[in-house]
C-alpha cells in the first residue's frame, strides 16, 4: 500500500515562513498529481496546490504569489514553501497523491497524508 508521510507544521508568526514535506512510498510507477489540500477549523477541505509529474501547477487564489509548490518525483516527495503567512491560513494541511499503479493499468488511487498543524498567530 501507499503511505504519504508529512511534515513540517508548526507555529509561526503572521508574516513568517514554513516549508512542508511529504513523501509518497509503496506500489508507485507515478503520481499525477501530487500537492496539498488544507482544512481550517470549522471548514470543508480546500485545494492549496498541486502539481503534475511534468510541472504544471494549480494554486488557490488565496495563496497565488506567496506560497510555491516543487516536486522531486525521483523521490516521489512534493514541498510546500509557504511565505507571508497570515492568520487565515491556520488549517490542517494534508498532503495528496493521486498514484498510477503501472505504466499498463488505468487503475488510480487517491491517498492522504494524515495532516499536519500549521497555525498562524502572534
Known amino acids: 500500500q501507499v503511505q504519504l508521510m508529512e511534515s513540517g507544521g508548526d507555529l509561526v508568526q503572521p508574516g513568517g515562513s514554513l516549508r512542508l514535506s511529504c513523501a509518497a512510498s509503496?506500489?508507485?510507477?507515478?503520481?499525477?498529481?501530487m500537492g496539498w489540500y488544507r482544512q481550517p477549523p470549522g471548514k470543508e477541505r480546500e485545494l492549496v496546490a498541486t502539481?503534475?509529474?511534468?510541472?504544471?501547477?494549480n494554486y488557490a487564489d488565496s495563496v497565488k504569489g506567496r506560497f510555491t509548490i516543487s516536486r522531486d518525483n525521483a523521490k516521489n516527495t512534493v514541498f510546500l514553501q509557504m511565505n507571508s503567512l497570515k492568520p487565515e491560513d491556520t488549517a490542517v494541511y494534508y498532503c495528496?497523491?493521486?498514484?498510477?499503479?503501472?505504466?499498463?493499468?488505468?487503475?488510480?488511487?487517491?491517498?492522504w497524508g494524515q495532516g499536519t498543524q500549521v497555525t498562524v498567530s502572534s
Open positions: 495528496y497523491a493521486n498514484v498510477w499503479l503501472s505504466m499498463s493499468s488505468p487503475k488510480q488511487d487517491a491517498y
Open positions: 509503496g506500489r508507485i510507477f507515478s503520481i499525477n498529481p
Open positions: 502539481m503534475t509529474s511534468g510541472g504544471s501547477t
